[in-house]
């Protein structure tokens, strides 16, 4: 059975794969300014997951 850390433990891997995804879309896909968009976007992602894996254990 999925606990709550479980869950918030999925959801930062998840996170965490998204992002490094975006970013690369970012960085070897586009070469114009959706690039950056990307790789901000993935960046964000990251910081999201950040916050899930500081909220393990809390909630």
Excluded at 1 to 22: F, S, Y
Aim: charged share 10%; proline share 0%.
């Amino acid at each position: 059975m999925m606990n709550k850390n479980t869950v918030l433990t999925w959801a930062t891997l998840i996170m965490i794969i998204v992002g490094c995804a975006l970013i690369a879309l970012g960085a070897f896909r586009y070469d114009d300014v959706a690039g950056w968009g990307f790789a901000a976007v993935g960046i964000g992602f990251f910081a999201i997951a950040w916050v899930f894996n500081a909220l393990k254990g809390r909630v």
